[in-house]
């Protein structure tokens, strides 16, 4: 059974950083894709970051790049996303997901396993 767990969000001001990490379990994490993705209230869920299976490839939204950077340890089973110079509309639940293609993926479609999110909240 494939699980996907964030670490805990937060509550940050705006302008600073914060990391999330997401640790996979139940399948072979260096096989896949991963992923972060957000939603907002009332917002549809939006993707942020993706990185192929060999961390080798990422890509980035423009309302994002250069802020943010997903990354992973395969050893350990784990994606990170750094977040920096944070903006109150970057405020939603933290998703991160898992694509079997082992590709950079871009649609939500793509994505077979996902995570229960986690909330950041950035105050201004």
């Known amino acids: 059974q494939v699980q996907l767990v964030e670490s805990r969000g937060g509550l940050v001001q705006a302008g600073g950083s914060l990391r999330l990490s997401c640790v996979s379990s139940?399948?072979?994490?260096?096989?896949?894709?991963m992923g972060w993705f957000r939603q907002a209230p009332g917002k549809e869920r939006e993707l942020v970051a993706a990185?192929?299976?060999?961390?080798?490839?990422?890509y980035y939204p423009d309302s994002v790049k250069g802020r943010f950077t997903i990354s992973r340890d395969n050893a350990k089973n784990t994606v990170y996303l750094q977040m920096n110079s944070l903006k109150t509309e970057d405020t939603a639940v933290y998703y991160c997901?898992?694509?079997?293609?082992?590709?950079?993926?871009?649609?939500?479609?793509?994505?077979?396993?996902w995570g229960q999110g986690t909330q950041v909240t950035v105050a201004s």
């Open positions: 997901a898992a694509a079997r293609s082992g590709w950079v993926e871009v649609p939500r479609r793509a994505y077979e396993y």
């Open positions: 139940g399948h072979a994490f260096g096989d896949y894709g």
């Open positions: 990185i192929n299976r060999s961390g080798g490839s990422t």
